[in-house]
């Protein structure tokens, strides 16, 4: 079975109908079908964040989202440990040239430990370490 990782950009394009990629984001969805996705507590706080000061229903949706993210058996959510926080932030020290977040940081780690190529994003920090960014324009 093919696995992806899924990066805050996913979901929150998803959510968001306002958000430039949304539809591209539902359309490409419609291939995921035998596909495992796999994201963090990170990536799912940093999608919660996002949306934190947005009105109330899209609070409320993104509150939705993530408790059915969590509860899908179809998604695998790793959850936060200091071993992940303390290997991403040596890489986050590493890359003092690059703009990468520590939630990036967390989910290169987390792919590498994984051996995730592939990520549902449009983040071109990825690239930069080698992974295949799955949404382009």
Known sequence: MRKVFADTFYWV??????????????????????TRMITTD???TETLNFFSSFRLEMRKGASRL????????TIQVIPQTRESFLAALALYEQRPDKEYSLT?????????????????????????????VLLRK
């Open 66 to 73: 993530v408790r059915m993210i969590i509860a899908d058996s």
């Open 42 to 44: 990170e990536v799912l």
């Open 104 to 132: 990036d940081c967390i989910s290169m780690y987390t792919m590498r430990q994984l051996e995730l190529t592939e990520v549902l994003t449009h983040d071109q920090h990825f690239t930069q370490e080698g992974f295949i």
């Open 13 to 34: 394009a998803l959510l968001n109908s306002s958000d430039v990629w949304h539809q591209e984001v539902r359309d490409f969805s419609k291939f995921l079908a035998h």
